[in-house]
Structures are given as C-alpha cells and as structure tokens.
C-alpha cells in the first residue's frame, strides 16, 4: 500500500492480532510483489486499489486472500467486535523486511517483536526521547526505514502525520514543517538533495524542525555541509539494514557540530560511532580484527539483528556466522571507534591491482561546483583489469568539461584513482528508495561499452 493513516492502524492491527506483517513497497512491479508473497507464504494481502488487478491476477489460484486497503472489505474489519491482544514472545516473527534484491531475488530479513522493541529503546537512547507533542512526518515509503521509525513515536502516543501525496513531495515537505512543532523526518540522501534545491526552501522553519534523520545510501560530505549550513543542529545519520534495521552506527546531532575537534570531516564523513548495545567490528579476509583505520569487511551484533532469511538457511548462514552478521559492506574504524564507509565489498574496483572505492572518487567529484550528483563503478579492462567509469549529473544551466572534473579529482585523489572515463546522464537510476543502482550503471555499460550512452 502507498503511505496512509490506515497503513499504520493494520500495522498495529496485524501485531494486535498475533501476526506477522510483511510490508512492501507499493512502487514494485506486481511480479515482485508475487515473489514477495509466494516467498513467505502471505495469507492475506492488503492492497491498494490501483495494484489491486494486478495482484489479484498474478495470484490467482493461490490459497491468498486479497483486500483493497482502503475498502469496504478492509473498512468492515474495523467495525468488528474487538478481539483481545494476543500475546507474542520476543523470539516470534514481527517483521519480515524484504532486502531490495538489486543482486538477485529479495530475502526476508526475519524481525522479532523483541528485536523491534530493542530498536524503539535505542531510538529514545541514542536520537530522541519523544513525548507527544512530538511529530514524524512519512514521505519515505512505511515499508522502510520510516516505517520503522514510526514505533518509539507509536509507543510514545506522538503524531503520525502522512502527507496528501503519500509520498515525497519537497513543496509539501516544506508547507508541513512549517505547519507543525518538533518535526521528524526521514530522509535519503538523495530526498535530502531534493529538497534543498526546491525554490521556496528559504521560506521553511526550520526552528519547527527536532531531527532530520539520514541513510540507507552514501551522504557525501560536500551535500551535508550544505545541509547543516542550512538545517543546523538538527541532523542525525543512522547506519543500518533490514537485517539490522537502523541499528548499527550513529552520527549523532552533537558529533554534527564539533568542528572545533581536528578530525571532525574525517568524522562528518563517517557513519559514527556504533550504537547502544550493538558491537562493531572490521575485519580482514582471514578473520583477524582489523587495526585502526585498516580496511576490511564491516560486522555486527545486537539483540536487534535479525535472526535469519525466511526459508534460506544457505543466505542465513552466509550472513550470520558465530553471531555475527556479515553486512557485505566495506570500510574502516579510527582508534576513537569512528566507523567509515567505503563501499559494498561488490562494488570495490580493483585496477592495476590497487583496490579503489568508489565513494572517495565521488567525493572528489562533488567538490566540482556543478557537479550535483556522481556515481562511479569499474569497467573491465583487457589491461588494467577495470577502468573507472564516472556518471556525473550535472546542476541545471551549469556545464563542466571533462578536464575539469579530471582537475577536482586530482586536487583531491590520487592520480591512479580518478576516472578513465565520464558519462553525461540526466539523471542516475534509482531504486524505490533513493538509493542510486550501479547494477543498472554496469547494465548501460554492458550494452555501450565503448560510446556515449
């Protein structure tokens, strides 16, 4: 279902009921959605009326029930005598939080109504203690992070507030902050973007904004100075996954602003420190903890993790080993516990044997003043292994020359490191929820390996 008041009443409703909820974005193609719903075996789908045909038709002969969300079906389950709560354990399956399947199909993250409740108890510890006169606003999709995010603000009896659109909509972003005191809101990196270029943005308040939370893709340095110049003390980044959802790291409001310690861009351009209760390690390929500042493959455990795929002992046991989840992702820990990102290990280059993370190339894009966003992947290369390959999108009436961007990452990189070649895109693919698809970069490049795409 797309975002709205009754999306979060079922939600409750299902955990009232002693079930398990399985939310999916609704901007998926119904094939996926199939996927989603044969994978876990859903015995009930709530659905918005436009996708309702297409579900209905893809499931057809499946022992599934199909309601329209916002019908009279679902409309009559309301009007039902009330049922008494059923009791759930912490180990029982609250939430199964499909991963976005950009290297194959989607697993289900399993979440626990005790793993939820150790998230919502992290969130007053290391964000905000809410009370309720407190508000978050859902433009992302609620079957993601802010959907998440809605509990300690449930749990707090704060106000839930769904915008008309059902989604993000910057204009309307900006009419519902300055509408409301102690605004929330969750935001992608690239939502972020959007919204500090929408004209009218010098009108917002930002004085009604409590925290603008962070995540789920790369921020680059550059784009955050520019937000913090102008949302202040009011930005905080989370660090997580849906196998350990918002729950690893934090850059807290404070760490934001400390730019009188000599490693606050360092630290700016981290993911922070890791959260209450959840340890963090980066280790080398033969399992040996890694020292400061050494790069090597990110894990983590918590009462928050997940405690498996949903039918796929094999991915389960790949991701959880003695403990630990695995997060695929790469990067490295400074000696005060500062953890920073480089990339997924799948998307490190290695050309002319040196390993090469693609984020520190598009750090150094970004500092091109018309440079609005970048993404870099590798190319193979009969010679070098990989070429980097840089696709930039460049800011409206701005231009900037090859040369010139060859010119920001030699200011900034080293020489070995900036790319052999630029791509002029529009716009960069992006998933559901902002997150940008090299899977879809090495795509162009597979289908144009040696022109313009």
């Given at each position: 279902?797309?975002?709205?008041?009754?999306?979060?009443?079922?939600?409750?409703?299902?955990?009232?009921?002693?079930?398990c909820?399985?939310?999916?974005?609704?901007?998926?193609?119904?094939?996926?959605?199939?996927?989603?719903l044969?994978?876990?075996?859903?015995?009930?789908?709530?659905?918005?009326?436009?996708?309702?045909?297409?579900?209905?038709?893809?499931?057809?002969?499946?022992?599934?029930?199909?309601?329209?969300?916002?019908?009279?079906?679902?409309?009559?389950?309301?009007?039902?005598?009330?049922?008494?709560?059923?009791?759930?354990?912490p180990?029982?399956?609250?939430?199964?939080?499909?991963?976005?399947?950009?290297?194959?199909?989607?697993?289900?993250?399993?979440?626990?109504?005790?793993?939820?409740?150790?998230?919502?108890?992290?969130?007053?510890?290391?964000v905000?203690?809410?009370?309720?006169?407190?508000?978050?606003?859902?433009?992302?999709?609620?079957?993601?992070?802010?959907?998440?995010?809605?509990?300690?603000?449930?749990a707090?009896?704060?106000?839930?507030?769904?915008?008309?659109?059902?989604?993000?909509?910057?204009?309307?972003?900006?009419?519902?902050?300055?509408?409301?005191?102690?605004?929330?809101?969750f935001?992608?990196?690239?939502?972020?973007?959007?919204?500090?270029q929408?004209?009218?943005?010098?009108?917002?308040?930002?004085?009604?904004?409590?925290?603008?939370?962070?995540?789920?893709?790369p921020?680059?340095?550059?784009?955050?100075?520019?937000a913090?110049?102008?949302?202040?003390?009011?930005?905080?980044?989370?660090?997580g996954?849906?196998?350990?959802?918002?729950?690893?790291?934090?850059?807290?409001?404070?760490m934001?602003?400390d730019?009188?310690?000599?490693?606050?861009?360092?630290?700016?351009?981290?993911?922070?420190?890791?959260?209450?209760?959840?340890?963090?390690?980066?280790?080398?390929?033969?399992?040996?903890?890694?020292?400061?500042?050494?790069?090597?493959?990110?894990?983590?455990?918590?009462?928050?993790?997940?405690?498996?795929?949903?039918?796929?002992?094999?991915?389960?046991?790949?991701?959880?080993?003695?403990?630990?989840?695995?997060?695929?992702?790469?990067?490295?820990?400074?000696?005060?516990?500062?953890?920073?990102?480089?990339?997924?290990?799948?998307?490190?280059?290695?050309?002319?044997?040196?390993?090469?993370?693609?984020?520190?190339?598009?750090?150094?894009?970004?500092t091109?003043?018309?440079?609005?966003?970048?993404?870099?992947?590798?190319?193979?290369?009969?010679?070098?292994?990989?070429?980097?390959?840089?696709?930039?999108?460049?800011?409206?009436?701005?231009?900037?020359?090859?040369?010139?961007?060859?010119?920001?990452?030699?200011?900034?990189?080293?020489?070995?490191?900036?790319?052999?070649?630029?791509?002029?895109?529009?716009?960069?693919?992006?998933?559901?929820?902002?997150?940008?698809?090299?899977?879809?970069?090495?795509?162009?490049?597979?289908?144009?390996?040696?022109?313009?795409?």
């Open positions: 279902m797309k975002n709205s008041a009754r999306y979060v009443e079922l939600l409750w409703a299902v955990w009232h009921a002693g079930l909820v399985v939310p999916i974005n609704f901007r998926l193609h119904p094939k996926e959605v199939a996927f989603i044969r994978n876990c075996q859903v015995r009930c789908a709530l659905v918005d009326v436009e996708m309702l045909e297409s579900i209905c038709a893809e499931m057809q002969g499946e022992d599934i029930r199909i309601l329209e969300g916002e019908g009279a079906e679902a409309d009559a389950l309301t009007e039902h005598a009330p049922m008494e709560l059923v009791s759930a354990t180990t029982q399956p609250a939430w199964l939080f499909y991963t976005s399947g950009t290297t194959g199909r989607p697993k289900g993250a399993t979440l626990t109504h005790g793993g939820l409740l150790a998230m919502t108890l992290r969130y007053y510890a290391d905000d203690m809410v009370v309720r006169d407190d508000c978050i606003i859902h433009a992302a999709p609620l079957s993601h992070a802010t959907g998440l995010y809605s509990l300690p603000h449930v707090k009896a704060s106000h839930q507030i769904i915008p008309e659109s059902q989604g993000f909509d910057p204009g309307e972003l900006i009419e519902l902050v300055n509408g409301n005191n102690n605004v929330s809101f935001t992608a990196p690239t939502m972020l973007l959007r919204l500090q929408q004209a009218g943005l010098q009108e917002m308040n930002v004085g009604n904004i409590q925290t603008i939370f962070y995540g789920g893709a921020m680059y340095l550059a784009n955050l100075k520019a913090l110049a102008f949302f202040g003390p009011r930005m905080w980044q989370g660090y996954q849906g196998e350990s959802p918002n729950t690893i790291t934090n850059l807290t409001k404070r934001h602003l730019d009188g310690h000599p490693d606050y861009l360092s630290r700016l351009a981290s993911v922070g420190i890791a959260r209450i209760g959840v340890e963090v390690r980066v280790l080398s390929e033969d399992g040996r903890i890694c020292e400061p500042n050494e790069v090597g493959d990110i894990v983590c455990r918590s009462d928050v993790t997940m405690v498996g795929y949903w039918n796929n002992p094999g991915a389960t046991a790949e991701a959880l080993r003695d403990g630990w989840l695995h997060t695929g992702d790469v990067g490295s820990m400074d000696s005060c516990g500062f953890l920073t990102l480089k990339d997924r290990s799948k998307d490190v280059i290695i050309s002319g044997g040196s390993n090469i993370y693609p984020r520190e190339v598009e750090e150094a894009l970004l091109h003043p018309a440079v609005l966003e970048a993404s870099v992947v590798g190319q193979n290369d009969p010679v070098w292994g990989e070429i980097i390959v840089a696709f930039v999108v460049l800011k409206k009436d701005r231009k900037a020359t090859e040369a010139e961007l060859d010119r920001s990452c030699l200011e900034n990189i080293a020489r070995f490191k900036r790319p052999k070649r630029y791509v002029f895109l529009s716009e960069l693919p992006k998933s559901n929820y902002g997150k940008i698809l090299k899977t879809e970069l090495r795509k162009l490049l597979a289908d144009h390996p040696g022109q313009s795409v």
